[in-house]
C-alpha cells in the first residue's frame, strides 16, 4: 500500500500539471500582444511557405490556435495552369463507335470540341482499363493517339483531359425544360483559420471563410430549345458577292442577256448606290411578273480590300421568296479586273460567287434555321482564309470547357431538345462570385430572386408576380476542414470539408431570333425609311445579346475530401493541398433570364463610322447593328440602314485592326435588363424596352417578369464533380 499511494499521488501531481501548463499557455498566448502575435504569424506564414506539410504538425497547430493564425489561400478548380499560363481544357465527353482496340492509335468520340494535339488524355475513366495517352492529333470525331492503346475499351465509355474527371454541375428545370451539365473553372479566395485547430474540436479542425469575389466561369446555359430550329428550313435572302478591282470597269450579266455596266472611276463610297441603280432597272427575274426587279428588291454594300473591293449584293423582299437569282456572272470572256475571292489575284474566270443561299422558303410554316447559312462562308474558321458567320449553326459546341459563348455544355436536354443547335435561349457564360451577404431589408422594393422550388406554394408558378418573388437574407459563404481527412461536423468517413457557398452572377441572355416571315413590301411608308418594312427577315436565325440581370444562387452545400499535397504548381505557385468536391443534396434555385434585345450577337461593322455603338465600356470593338451616319450611304436608306453593311460585322477580327480569325461574337451588352437606348432602340429597328420605355433606367425584377421583358425559370442545381487545388495566398487571377 505505501508503495503505490505515492505513485498515484505523483500521477495526480503529473495530471494537475499538465493542465496548468494549459492554462499558463493559454495565459501566455493571451498575454501577447497584437504586435506580438503579428510577428508569430509571420513566422507560421514563412514556416508553410517553406514546408507547406509542415500545418500538419503538432507544434504548428498548437502555436497556431494559439494566436487565431488565418492562412490566405486561393482554391483553384482544376484543369490548373501549365508553364504557359494557359488553362487544360475541362473536357470530358465518351467514345462512339466500334470498340477500341489493344494496339489502336485512334479513338472516335462523341464531341472533340476543346481537345487538340499535345493533350493528355485519360480514357476509359472509372474502368479498370482506364489509361492515360497524349493527343497527336484531331480530326472532327476522330482523336490520334501518340502511342497505341495497352487496353482495350468499349464503346461509351467516358474520357477527360482531367484524371479526376471534368468539373460540372447539373441544373435540372423540370420534365418539360430537361437536365443539362454545366462545365465549371476559375478560382475564389478563402481564408483557413486554426483557432480550434490544436484543442477547440478534433485535432486539425480548421474554419473556412470564403471571401467575396472571386472568379468562377461556367458553360452557356441552355435554357429554352425550339426543335423546329434544326428540322425546318429558313426563309433567307439570296446574297452574292464580286470582287473587282477598285476603280476598274466591269460589266455584271443575270441571265446572259441582261447586264448592268459599271464605268471606271468609281469608289468604294459610290459603287453600292451605282450597282442598285442598275440592278433595279434590270427585267423582274420572277417567272411570270412584269417590271422591274425595282429600289426596293436590292441592296449593294462595298467593302474596301485595296486593290479590290469585295461587292456584297442581296436580292431581297417578296419578289424573292424562294427565287434563286438567275446566273450573276461576269459579261464574256474572264475580266482581269476582277479578282478571284479564294486567291486574291486576277486573270482567269475569277467571278467566283459568296453565295449565301438560293432565296428559300419556309413552305410549310412552322419556321426554323435548318438550312441557313448566313454570309455563306460556314461557321468561324481561319483556313483556307479567316471567315465564316457567327450565327450559323455549326458554331455551337457541346464541352464542360468553359468561358465560350458557343459552347453550351453537356445535356442531354437543351430546353426541350437533345439537340443543342435547338437552342434558342440561353445566357452567356456565367462570371460567378461568391456572393457579399445581403440583409433581407437591403432589398429594393420589386427586386429579390426569383422564389425557387421549395417556395412553390407561395408562388403563382405562371406569372411570378406579387408573391414570386423571395427577399431572404443571404449570409457569408463559411465552412469547416480536417486536415488529417477525419470526417466534420458528424459527416460519414471521407467527408472531411463540408462548406456552404453563395453565389451572385449576372446573366446576359442569348436568344436566337426562329421564323423572321418576309412580310410585303412597305417602301418608305410610316417614315421608316426602310425599303421593305421586313428587319425581321433580315435577322431571321440570328442572334441577339440581352442586358445583364443579376442572379443569386443560394445556400449551395458542398461536402468533400482534402489531402495535403504540397507541389509548385507549373505556372509557380505553392499548392499545400488538393479538394474534391459535390453537392451533398441538389440546392433549389431558380433563375431569372432577360428576353429585351439589347445588341445583335454578331460584331458591329467597324466600317460604318457610328460613333454612338462602338464598344461596350469604351471599348474600341463595335457593337451592332450598326449604321451610316450619313442617309444613303454606301447603299444605305434614309435612316442609314444598308443590312449588308450590318451581317458584315460578322467577319470582322478583334479591334483594332478587325483582320484575322472573326470573333464568335460581339462582348455581352454591358447594360442592363430592358434599359434601352441601345443600338436597337431607334430606327429603323425599334425594338422598345417593355417597361420604362426610354428613359434608361434599369427596371425592378417584379416589373420585368410581369411585363414579359424576363422569365423565371426554378430547377435543382446539383454539384457532381468539383476537383480544385488550394494555393498559398491570394493568386491573382487564379
Known amino acids: 500500500m505505501s508503495r503505490r499511494r505515492p505513485v498515484r499521488v505523483l500521477g495526480l501531481l503529473l495530471v494537475v500539471a499538465m493542465v496548468f501548463s494549459g492554462f499558463?499557455?493559454?495565459?501566455?498566448?493571451?498575454?501577447?500582444?497584437?504586435?506580438?502575435?503579428?510577428?508569430?504569424?509571420?513566422?507560421?506564414?514563412?514556416?508553410?511557405?517553406?514546408?507547406?506539410?509542415?500545418?500538419?504538425?503538432?507544434?504548428?497547430?498548437?502555436?497556431?490556435?494559439?494566436?487565431?493564425?488565418?492562412?490566405?489561400?486561393?482554391?483553384?478548380?482544376?484543369?490548373?495552369?501549365?508553364?504557359?499560363?494557359?488553362?487544360?481544357?475541362?473536357?470530358?465527353?465518351?467514345?462512339?463507335?466500334?470498340?477500341?482496340?489493344?494496339?489502336?492509335?485512334?479513338?472516335?468520340?462523341?464531341?472533340?470540341?476543346?481537345?487538340?494535339?499535345?493533350?493528355?488524355?485519360?480514357?476509359?475513366?472509372?474502368?479498370?482499363?482506364?489509361?492515360?495517352?497524349?493527343?497527336?492529333?484531331?480530326?472532327?470525331?476522330?482523336?490520334?493517339?501518340?502511342?497505341?492503346?495497352?487496353?482495350?475499351?468499349?464503346?461509351?465509355?467516358?474520357?477527360?483531359?482531367?484524371?479526376?474527371g471534368a468539373n460540372y454541375a447539373t441544373l435540372d428545370l423540370g420534365p418539360s425544360l430537361g437536365a443539362r451539365s454545366i462545365g465549371l473553372g476559375g478560382y475564389i479566395n478563402a481564408d483557413i483559420n486554426f483557432n480550434d485547430a490544436f484543442d477547440g474540436g478534433n485535432l486539425g479542425d480548421v474554419n473556412l471563410s470564403i471571401r467575396t469575389g472571386g472568379d468562377l466561369r461556367t458553360t452557356s446555359v441552355g435554357l429554352l430549345a425550339n426543335p423546329n430550329v434544326t428540322d425546318e428550313n429558313a426563309p433567307e435572302n439570296e446574297i452574292d458577292a464580286i470582287i473587282p478591282i477598285t476603280g476598274s470597269a466591269f460589266t455584271l450579266t443575270f441571265d446572259g442577256v441582261n447586264t448592268a455596266p459599271v464605268a471606271a472611276g468609281w469608289t468604294t463610297a459610290s459603287i453600292s448606290n451605282i450597282l442598285e441603280t442598275a440592278i433595279a432597272s434590270l427585267p423582274n427575274p420572277v417567272a411570270g411578273q412584269t417590271g422591274s426587279i425595282g429600289a426596293s428588291g436590292v441592296y449593294v454594300w462595298a467593302a474596301a480590300s485595296p486593290p479590290a473591293t469585295k461587292i456584297t449584293i442581296v436580292?431581297?423582299?417578296?419578289?424573292?421568296?424562294?427565287?434563286?437569282?438567275?446566273?450573276?456572272?461576269?459579261?464574256?470572256?474572264?475580266?482581269?479586273?476582277?479578282?478571284?475571292?479564294?486567291?486574291?489575284?486576277?486573270?482567269?474566270?475569277?467571278?467566283?460567287?459568296?453565295?449565301?443561299?438560293?432565296?428559300?422558303?419556309?413552305?410549310?410554316?412552322?419556321?426554323?434555321?435548318?438550312?441557313?447559312?448566313?454570309?455563306?462562308?460556314?461557321?468561324?474558321?481561319?483556313?483556307?482564309?479567316?471567315?465564316?458567320?457567327?450565327?450559323?449553326?455549326?458554331?455551337?459546341?457541346?464541352?464542360?470547357?468553359?468561358?465560350?459563348?458557343?459552347?453550351?455544355?453537356?445535356?442531354?436536354?437543351?430546353?426541350?431538345?437533345?439537340?443543342?443547335?435547338?437552342?434558342?435561349?440561353?445566357?452567356?457564360?456565367?462570371?460567378?462570385?461568391?456572393?457579399?451577404?445581403?440583409?433581407?431589408?437591403?432589398?429594393?422594393?420589386?427586386?429579390?430572386?426569383?422564389?425557387?422550388?421549395?417556395?412553390?406554394?407561395?408562388?403563382?408558378p405562371d406569372t411570378f408576380i406579387n408573391d414570386g418573388l423571395s427577399q431572404p437574407n443571404i449570409g457569408k459563404s463559411t465552412g469547416k476542414a480536417n486536415l488529417f481527412g477525419n470526417p466534420v461536423n458528424g459527416l460519414s468517413s471521407g467527408h472531411s470539408v463540408d462548406t456552404t457557398v453563395n453565389l451572385t452572377t449576372d446573366i446576359n441572355?442569348?436568344?436566337?431570333?426562329?421564323?423572321?416571315?418576309?412580310?410585303?413590301?412597305?417602301?418608305?411608308?410610316?417614315?421608316?425609311?426602310?425599303?421593305?418594312?421586313?428587319?425581321?427577315?433580315?435577322?431571321?436565325?440570328?442572334?441577339?445579346?440581352?442586358?445583364?440581370?443579376?442572379?443569386?444562387?443560394?445556400?449551395?452545400?458542398?461536402?468533400?475530401?482534402?489531402?495535403?499535397?504540397?507541389?509548385?504548381?507549373?505556372?509557380?505557385?505553392?499548392?499545400?493541398?488538393?479538394?474534391?468536391?459535390?453537392?451533398?443534396?441538389?440546392?433549389?434555385?431558380?433563375?431569372?433570364?432577360?428576353?429585351?434585345?439589347?445588341?445583335?450577337?454578331?460584331?458591329?461593322?467597324?466600317?460604318?463610322?457610328?460613333?454612338?455603338?462602338?464598344?461596350?465600356?469604351?471599348?474600341?470593338?463595335?457593337?451592332?447593328?450598326?449604321?451610316?451616319?450619313?442617309?444613303?450611304?454606301?447603299?444605305?436608306?434614309?435612316?442609314?440602314?444598308?443590312?449588308?453593311a450590318v451581317l458584315a460585322g460578322s467577319q470582322f477580327g478583334a479591334a483594332p485592326t478587325f483582320t484575322g480569325v472573326p470573333s464568335a461574337s460581339a462582348p455581352a451588352a454591358g447594360v442592363k435588363c430592358d434599359q434601352g437606348t441601345g443600338p436597337l432602340d431607334r430606327s429603323p429597328f425599334d425594338v422598345f424596352p417593355l417597361v420604362n420605355g426610354h428613359l434608361g433606367a434599369a427596371p425592378a425584377l417584379s416589373n420585368l417578369l410581369q411585363k414579359g421583358a424576363a422569365v423565371a425559370v426554378r430547377g435543382e442545381l446539383d454539384v457532381k464533380n468539383l476537383n480544385a487545388e488550394v494555393l498559398v495566398g491570394n493568386v491573382v487571377g487564379g
Not at 362 to 367: M, P, R, T, V
Open 315 to 460: 436580292f431581297t423582299g417578296s419578289k424573292f421568296n424562294g427565287v434563286d437569282m438567275p446566273a450573276l456572272n461576269e459579261t464574256g470572256a474572264p475580266n482581269a479586273n476582277l479578282i478571284n475571292p479564294l486567291t486574291g489575284a486576277p486573270p482567269g474566270n475569277s467571278f467566283t460567287l459568296v453565295h449565301g443561299d438560293n432565296g428559300s422558303l419556309d413552305l410549310e410554316g412552322n419556321g426554323g434555321c435548318a438550312a441557313f447559312d448566313g454570309n455563306g462562308q460556314g461557321p468561324i474558321h481561319s483556313t483556307p482564309a479567316p471567315g465564316g458567320d457567327v450565327d450559323v449553326l455549326g458554331n455551337i459546341s457541346t464541352s464542360l470547357n468553359p468561358g465560350q459563348n458557343d459552347n453550351v455544355g453537356v445535356g442531354p436536354s437543351y430546353g426541350g431538345s437533345t439537340d443543342p443547335k435547338d437552342t434558342v435561349l440561353r445566357t452567356g457564360p456565367l462570371k460567378v462570385t461568391i456572393s457579399a451577404p445581403v440583409a433581407s431589408s437591403a432589398w429594393a422594393p420589386g427586386d429579390g430572386i426569383p422564389a425557387d422550388s421549395s417556395d412553390l406554394g407561395q408562388v403563382d
Open 24 to 164: 499558463v499557455a493559454n495565459a501566455d498566448a493571451k498575454r501577447l500582444s497584437k504586435a506580438q502575435k503579428h510577428a508569430v504569424a509571420k513566422k507560421l506564414t514563412r514556416a508553410v511557405k517553406k514546408n507547406p506539410r509542415v500545418i500538419s504538425k503538432r507544434w504548428f497547430l498548437k502555436k497556431a490556435s494559439q494566436v487565431n493564425f488565418t492562412l490566405p489561400t486561393t482554391i483553384r478548380l482544376l484543369p490548373a495552369k501549365d508553364h504557359d499560363g494557359n488553362r487544360v481544357p475541362n473536357v470530358q465527353t465518351t467514345t462512339t463507335g466500334p470498340n477500341a482496340a489493344v494496339g489502336d492509335t485512334s479513338i472516335s468520340v462523341a464531341d472533340s470540341s476543346g481537345l487538340a494535339a499535345g493533350q493528355v488524355l485519360f480514357i476509359g475513366m472509372n474502368t479498370a482499363n482506364e489509361e492515360g495517352r497524349s493527343i497527336a492529333s484531331v480530326a472532327g470525331p476522330t482523336v490520334n493517339l501518340t502511342a497505341p492503346l495497352v487496353n482495350s475499351h468499349n464503346s461509351g465509355v467516358t474520357v477527360s483531359t482531367l484524371p479526376n
Open 509 to 644: 441572355s442569348i436568344e436566337r431570333e426562329v421564323d423572321g416571315a418576309f412580310p410585303a413590301p412597305a417602301g418608305n411608308q410610316a417614315g421608316t425609311g426602310e425599303k421593305l418594312g421586313n428587319i425581321s427577315a433580315y435577322s431571321n436565325c440570328r442572334q441577339a445579346w440581352t442586358g445583364a440581370l443579376t442572379n443569386y444562387l443560394t445556400n449551395i452545400h458542398l461536402v468533400g475530401s482534402l489531402k495535403i499535397s504540397p507541389a509548385i504548381t507549373a505556372d509557380g505557385h505553392l499548392r499545400i493541398a488538393r479538394v474534391a468536391l459535390k453537392s451533398q443534396r441538389p440546392a433549389p434555385e431558380a433563375l431569372a433570364a432577360c428576353l429585351s434585345p439589347y445588341q445583335l450577337y454578331l460584331r458591329g461593322n467597324p466600317t460604318t463610322g457610328d460613333a454612338v455603338y462602338t464598344g461596350v465600356g469604351g471599348g474600341a470593338n463595335p457593337i451592332g447593328p450598326n449604321i451610316y451616319g450619313a442617309p444613303g450611304a454606301f447603299g444605305s436608306d434614309v435612316n442609314g440602314f444598308n443590312p449588308l
